[in-house]
């Protein structure tokens, strides 16, 4: 591992060393390459041995799960403790959490998995500490809290942020808008719908030859970096949705705080004083994107207690029934729609029809 680990820091000495301009780009994008291979060799070693997956044993259960990542001491454990009613050991000295404590909390009819981390320190992302095991659980999460101490916030997101990134995490992203595909001949064909300021084919070639691949056709539809494309090679990226929780705020003034309120993808609170977790629990609930479904049996009125809870990417009838049960679809007729999604209260809709938050459903089967 130790060889794995000194490549890479001879490339990031390298990088550092080497001026940033237009004749020495074609050289740094290959060393990007070579960062990118090697780091992945890093997460998932060639022998396919246990370091993948993920590093602590923890079910996933409810509708969405939520990672607390954070320096030791910043208070993670103490907001789960009373977001969830867990407790998670709570010290003054760090790494008082040694492996993932699980806890779960119901908020508008979701059930949400919250999982407090171990500390995650400096050169996580190449095995310092139990760092590969923390970002292994943390890349399947559905939202990912940063916690930070409010006195120190900017240094502490940065290191977190570039260890995340070193594992493939990319956070408040979207996956590059770049169109790539394998042939098995006709060379490199490269299509730029916008201009490029960094690549060009001579770039593209290059970063895909460290690769083996010389054949492919490559579709850039905005001004894209050599980081976005390698991102699209490589194929692993987790893109999620971050906040920033800036915790013990009891510790600053009004007029700090007003600051901090301007930083996007932020809260502010004190996990202690229990100050501001209105304030996240909404913002928790716009970044996982979640929307609720009320089943209603026929003749009777809807069930207002239970919801069926669906990703807003995977919002369709379909969806719905696979989520209450994988059978239902196989005798499905139709169903009846009350809500914003449609035009008529009720409308009957096919397994295609999109369902919008807190609309009813009512199941037709096939007799």
Same mark, same amino acid.
């Given at each position: 591992m130790s060889t794995i680990l000194e490549k890479i820091a001879a490339i990031e000495a390298e990088m550092a060393r080497t001026q940033k301009n237009k004749a020495t780009a074609g050289h740094l994008g290959l060393l990007k390459a070579r960062l990118a291979k090697l780091r992945r060799e890093l997460i998932t070693p060639k022998g396919g041995g246990g370091a993948a997956g993920e590093g602590f044993d923890v079910a996933k259960t409810g509708d969405a799960r939520i990672g607390f990542v954070g320096f030791p001491s910043v208070g993670k454990s103490t907001l789960l403790t009373n977001l969830a009613g867990v407790y998670s050991e709570v010290a003054d000295y760090e790494f008082t959490t040694l492996t993932t404590v699980p806890g779960c909390i119901k908020y508008k009819g979701a059930k949400i998995q919250l999982l407090d981390l171990p500390g995650i320190i400096e050169g996580a992302k190449d095995g310092k500490g139990r760092g590969r095991q923390v970002v292994a659980v943390a890349r399947t999460c559905s939202l990912i809290f940063i916690v930070l101490d409010v006195l120190k916030p900017? +240094?502490?997101? *940065?290191?977190?942020?570039?260890?995340?990134?070193?594992?493939?995490?990319?956070?408040?992203?979207?996956?590059?808008? $770049?169109?790539?595909?394998? *042939?098995?001949?006709?060379?490199?064909?490269?299509?730029?719908?916008?201009? +490029?300021? !960094?690549?060009?084919?001579?770039?593209? *070639?290059?970063?895909?030859?460290?690769?083996? $691949?010389?054949?492919?056709?490559?579709?850039?539809?905005?001004?894209?970096?050599?980081?976005?494309?390698?991102?699209?090679? !490589?194929?692993?990226?987790?893109?999620v949705p971050c906040i920033y929780i800036l915790n013990k705020i009891d510790q600053i003034s009004v007029e700090e705080l007003n600051i901090i309120y301007k930083i996007p993808h932020c809260v502010p609170l004190s996990a202690h004083h229990k100050w501001n977790f209105d304030d996240l629990l909404e913002k928790m609930w716009d970044y996982l994107q979640l929307i609720r479904i009320y089943t209603k049996p026929k003749g009777q009125l809807p069930d207002y207690e239970a919801p069926v809870v669906l990703q807003n990417d995977k919002c369709n009838v379909e969806d719905f029934c696979n989520k209450l049960h994988r059978s239902i679809i196989k005798e499905f007729k139709y169903a009846l729609v009350w809500g914003s999604s449609v035009k008529h209260q009720p409308q009957k809709v096919g397994k295609d029809h999109f369902l919008h938050d807190e609309d009813v459903v009512q199941i037709v089967k096939r007799v």
């Open positions: 900017l +240094q502490h997101k *940065r290191i977190i942020e570039r260890e995340l990134e070193g594992f493939g995490l990319r956070l408040n992203k979207k996956p590059p808008n $770049i169109g790539f595909r394998k *042939r098995d001949k006709g060379g490199i064909n490269l299509q730029c719908l916008v201009q +490029q300021s !960094e690549l060009d084919l001579e770039m593209v *070639r290059s970063i895909l030859s460290e690769y083996k $691949i010389f054949n492919a056709d490559v579709t850039l539809r905005y001004d894209a970096s050599t980081d976005d494309l390698i991102d699209v090679i !490589e194929g692993n990226r987790v893109y």
